[in-house]
């Protein structure tokens, strides 16, 4: 692995921290004394959400879509990434004209709280010390993130969410807000998600949070103070938790046992197979743009979320009398979270005869098909909006202002 | 418009037979809905809120794209998880006759649904039965169009049966309305022996 160093820009938390702040977009702060409530008791203030928006809110704030990011995704769901310079995460999904279309929709995506993109995180200062938080950050939850977005919500002035829409992480947090803010959301999209973490999520979870804590590098979660940076421990966690992300299908297309830049094997342990390659690479990007604490929090929210825990067991409880039209999408090869995870959330929505629509999509590109090109993903999308936006009865400004005109 | 709905007749005459049935405004579960044409007459023309139930995931996911509340599901095991009177009309297209346990299926319709609309092939029709007597074969007709090894049709019934099955689970009997091979409605006053015989398929309004 010393030889990827090499050839990665050695990049430390203070750089990241200051990249993060470069970030061109919208930051919300609220203030010390309107702190955010956590679940684990400590109120965080003062706090930020940074944000990016897409579209136009009409007029009468009803054409607003939210959308929850997964767990290393970030606000720049459709616009170039300032730190890395590619192209937004759902550019495929996001846009003018898009399933989720810009000239239709104002379109919402916050950097979650405890995040590293400029959301008030691990990273930022401990007001008490002057000091990044590290791990003097208090536990966050998928409800702590969800609480936090409804603030931006009000902040901008929208009411109620025409739609929430997410995938892995983010779709939790669509169940969330689906839960907790019944009457703030239309509709909603979770996509290859669940109601809880599996035992399974959870280990494979701590698997890469062991790695970042056994760098040496991390210093008990003081890295930025020391000037270090736990770079070999994420980028493990990171390659360990890509794979989850693949199917075994999809590996196999793109790698089979192909030999990376050689003829034969080297008797040695240089990434010789193409796919050692790949996660080496894919390990070592990421730790150019994640924070290794935040890594740590962001896990953590999703191994703590249990939907039906906090509903006396019963996850149609959880959506009991909800006026929500829900979209609920699973991938066949997807591993993380299976179909049946998303199966238990429909059967949960039809105990009380929730307006549910289910699409399971047949694809080999496991987890991750979620942010790839699936047709029949976006025939979805924009099929169930385009019928929600007809119930809503939901009109751009153009169309406001003629009803106006008329009346 | 126009133009899909003299096509609609030509085919599913028996669809719009049951749109009929369904009073204007109602919440509304199709089960086993197909690639969702009976869905789209109902939203479209009955302003219902329809939702729907079908097993081939193909034909959810087109339902979805066209913006139809559609769930992958399957009739036999699936309806348990509904709560009572969920739905004023449930609605059994063509399809009981496909499923492992027709007697529960319609018990949970009717639990589900205020009212439950089933409609189905005949096996008591003259044809049918005329194949079995006279060829010693399972009927294969136009309607029917499977041979026994591949047929997807495993509970077969006659009008007759049907109405039996009824008075079994205490079910009134709102309408019946039995079709002819055109796809023609006979006349109410024909008596039930000769729908039996004549009817190539029914259409039943049940309730508790």
Redesign the interface.
């Known amino acids: 692995m010393g030889q990827v160093d090499q050839t990665t820009n050695r990049q430390s938390g203070a750089q990241l921290r200051s990249k993060a702040r470069e970030v061109e977009g919208h930051v919300i702060t609220f203030p010390a004394d309107e702190p955010l409530e956590l679940d684990c008791g400590t109120p965080l203030g003062p706090f930020s959400l940074a944000y990016q928006t897409y579209g136009e809110l009409n007029k009468d704030a009803s054409n607003a879509i939210l959308i929850c990011h997964a767990l290393t995704g970030d606000q720049h769901v459709a616009n170039i990434h300032p730190v890395t310079d590619k192209p937004g995460w759902w550019e495929i999904m996001v846009g003018p004209g898009k399933p989720i279309d810009t000239d239709r929709f104002f379109v919402i995506c916050a950097n979650h709280v405890g995040g590293c993109m400029g959301s008030t995180g691990p990273m930022s200062e401990n007001p008490e010390t002057g000091k990044p938080y590290g791990l003097d950050f208090p536990v966050i939850t998928i409800s702590d993130m969800v609480r936090a977005e409804a603030r931006l919500l009000d902040h901008l002035g929208v009411d109620q969410l025409f739609s929430v829409v997410g995938g892995s992480m983010g779709g939790m947090q669509v169940l969330e807000w689906a839960a907790s803010y019944k009457e703030r959301v239309f509709s909603a999209i979770p996509i290859a998600t669940g109601a809880r973490h599996s035992s399974q999520n959870i280990a494979f979870h701590e698997v890469g949070r062991q790695a970042v804590m056994a760098d040496p590098e991390w210093c008990g979660g003081r890295y930025i103070d020391e000037g270090k940076m736990p770079r070999k421990g994420l980028a493990v966690a990171r390659m360990a938790a890509h794979i989850t992300y693949l199917s075994d299908d999809a590996l196999h297309r793109k790698f089979g046992r192909n030999l990376q830049d050689r003829e034969k094997i080297s008797f040695g342990f240089d990434a010789d197979f193409q796919v050692e390659s790949y996660l080496r690479h894919q390990g070592y990007t990421f730790v150019d743009r994640f924070d290794p604490n935040s890594y740590l929090y962001m896990t953590r929210a999703m191994d703590y979320f249990d939907l039906a825990a906090d509903h006396d067991g019963e996850l149609s409880k959880a959506f009991e009398g909800t006026p929500t039209?829900f979209?609920c999408v699973s991938f066949t090869s997807d591993w993380l979270f299976p179909t049946e995870e998303t199966r238990t959330v429909?059967?949960a929505l039809?105990?009380?005869?929730a307006?549910?629509?289910?699409?399971?999509?047949?694809t080999d590109k496991g987890h991750d098909a979620f942010l790839l090109d699936e047709p029949?993903l976006a025939?979805?999308v924009?099929?169930?909006l385009?019928?929600?936006a007809?119930k809503r009865g939901l009109k751009l400004n153009a169309e406001l202002e003629d009803a106006e005109l008329g009346s | 418009m126009n133009m899909q709905n003299s096509n609609l007749q030509a085919s599913r005459i028996d669809l719009l037979l049951m749109s009929e049935m369904v009073n204007p405004g109602s919440?509304v579960l199709d089960v086993g809905c197909g690639d969702g044409t009976l869905l789209r007459i109902l939203s479209e023309t009955r302003d219902v809120?329809a939702?729907g139930i079908e097993l081939q995931?193909s034909g959810?996911?087109q339902?979805?794209?066209?913006?139809?509340?559609?769930?992958?599901?399957d009739a036999d095991t699936?309806l348990v998880?509904?709560?009572d009177n969920?739905?004023d009309f449930t609605i059994l297209s063509q399809t009981i006759q496909a499923t492992h346990r027709p007697r529960d299926v319609l018990e949970q319709l009717l639990r589900i649904g205020k009212h439950a609309i089933v409609s189905f092939p005949n096996f008591g029709h003259w044809r049918v039965r005329s194949q079995i007597l006279f060829r010693g074969r399972m009927p294969v007709t136009e309607n029917l169009s499977f041979s026994w090894y591949d047929t997807p049709n495993i509970h077969f019934c006659t009008i007759k049966d049907f109405v039996a099955l009824c008075d079994e689970l205490d079910a009134k009997v709102e309408r019946c309305v039995a079709l002819n091979a055109q796809g023609q409605r006979l006349g109410v006053k024909i008596p039930l022996f000769m729908q039996n015989l004549v009817g190539q398929q029914a259409i039943f309004l049940l309730t508790r």
């Open positions: 039209r979209c429909v059967q039809n105990a009380v005869a307006n549910v629509s289910f699409v399971e999509i047949e029949e025939d979805a924009s099929g169930f385009s019928a929600a007809r | 919440r809120d939702r995931q959810v996911n339902c979805v794209a066209r913006g139809l509340s559609v769930v992958q599901g699936d998880n509904y709560p969920a739905f």
